[in-house]
């Protein structure tokens, strides 16, 4: 959180901002490792699945839009550029929130090219490692889908008799396990794109368009449910009441993840006679 409205653009200082990026990071890499790497296991940075994923993905995510924002022109300086972007990209895929690309002292987020909105929208979609503090699917998810993808296609190239085992993080799942846990990841994104896209269809349907853009809508609900709390300036008090609701249960939904919001409705629905 911040002490002031516009968050740490209010400082609008370099050193601020650079000296809040490891913060962050550290926010982004789950408490177990924290843990081992206090103890002096250091190797953990770089052993660790999520971890080398949180920080491949700050940095390839940063270095994407930081090509986003110089060559498309919102930032004449590739200083400013790496400064606004690279702040932006961390603070989104961490969840924490602070946000420097404001109207008050440089070019608002929601003024951003589509594709730099976006950018930013898949990170907070994503978040970082799971067991930390942030929201979002989750890394181990979005690593257990790919790795799980891959297998299942590779099937294809192996005989049946073959016998093969899905290794994610160190862990040699065998057939049933790698099932259990490619459908538990796979229902998750489901479910989270899903949502997400209710929300979208009711914000377009409740705010002038003629106001906002489409990547506005995508990037504001992917802040909502990702519990970030960047905007591309829809989200204030001249919202429309039916936007708020739909937020509130993003945010909900978001916080708690998904399963239990399910299992929890599933149960009133029972008891109400609605489910059976």
Same mark, same amino acid.
């Given at each position: 959180?911040?002490?002031?409205?516009?968050?740490?653009?209010?400082?609008?200082?370099?050193?601020?901002?650079?000296?809040?990026?490891?913060?962050?990071?550290?926010?982004?890499? +789950?408490?177990?490792?924290?843990?081992?790497?206090?103890?002096?296991?250091?190797?953990?940075?770089?052993?660790?699945?999520?971890?080398?994923?949180?920080?491949?993905?700050?940095?390839?995510?940063?270095?994407?839009?930081?090509?986003?924002?110089?060559?498309?022109?919102?930032?004449?300086?590739?200083?400013?550029?790496?400064?606004?972007?690279?702040?932006?990209?961390?603070?989104?895929?961490?969840?924490?929130?602070?946000?420097? +690309?404001?109207?008050?002292?440089?070019?608002?987020?929601?003024?951003?090219?589509?594709?730099?909105?976006?950018?930013?929208?898949?990170?907070?979609?994503?978040?970082?490692?799971?067991?930390?503090?942030?929201?979002?699917?989750?890394?181990?998810?979005?690593?257990?889908?790919?790795?799980?993808?891959?297998?299942?296609?590779?099937?294809?190239?192996?005989?049946?008799?073959?016998?093969?085992?899905?290794?994610?993080?160190?862990?040699?799942?065998?057939?049933?396990?790698?099932?259990?846990?490619?459908?538990?990841?796979?229902?998750?994104?489901?479910?989270?794109?899903?949502?997400?896209?209710?929300?979208?269809?009711?914000?377009?349907?409740?705010?002038?368009?003629?106001?906002?853009?489409?990547?506005?809508?995508?990037?504001?609900? +992917?802040?909502?449910?990702?519990?970030?709390?960047?905007?591309?300036?829809?989200?204030?008090?001249?919202?429309?009441?039916?936007?708020?609701?739909?937020?509130?249960?993003?945010?909900?939904?978001?916080?708690?993840?998904?399963?239990?919001?399910?299992?929890?409705?599933?149960?009133?629905?029972?008891?109400?006679?609605?489910?059976?």
């Amino acid at each position: 959180f911040s002490i002031t409205d516009n968050s740490i653009a209010t400082y609008d200082s370099v050193a601020i901002d650079f000296a809040l990026l490891p913060i962050m990071t550290l926010g982004s890499i +789950a408490f177990p490792v924290h843990f081992l790497i206090l103890r002096g296991d250091l190797k953990n940075v770089y052993t660790d699945l999520q971890t080398r994923w949180v920080l491949g993905g700050f940095t390839l995510g940063s270095a994407f839009l930081w090509a986003l924002v110089y060559f498309g022109g919102t930032y004449g300086s590739a200083f400013t550029a790496l400064r606004y972007g690279l702040f932006q990209f961390v603070s989104a895929m961490s969840c924490t929130g602070f946000q420097t +690309a404001v109207s008050s002292t440089n070019v608002a987020l929601g003024n951003w090219t589509a594709a730099a909105q976006l950018t930013v929208a898949g990170g907070m979609v994503v978040g970082a490692a799971a067991g930390s503090t942030v929201g979002g699917i989750k890394l181990i998810r979005l690593a257990t889908l790919i790795k799980g993808i891959q297998h299942r296609v590779s099937d294809v190239f192996y005989p049946t008799s073959a016998v093969r085992r899905l290794e994610i993080d160190g862990r040699r799942l065998d057939e049933r396990e790698a099932r259990r846990e490619f459908e538990e990841a796979g229902i998750i994104a489901v479910l989270w794109v899903g949502f997400l896209t209710i929300a979208m269809f009711v914000l377009l349907l409740v705010l002038p368009m003629s106001e906002y853009t489409l990547e506005n809508v995508v990037f504001e609900v +992917a802040s909502a449910q990702g519990n970030v709390g960047l905007s591309a300036g829809i989200t204030g008090p001249s919202m429309p009441d039916i936007g708020k609701v739909m937020f509130l249960f993003n945010m909900w939904i978001g916080r708690l993840e998904i399963i239990p919001v399910l299992v929890l409705l599933r149960a009133i629905f029972k008891r109400g006679g609605i489910y059976q």
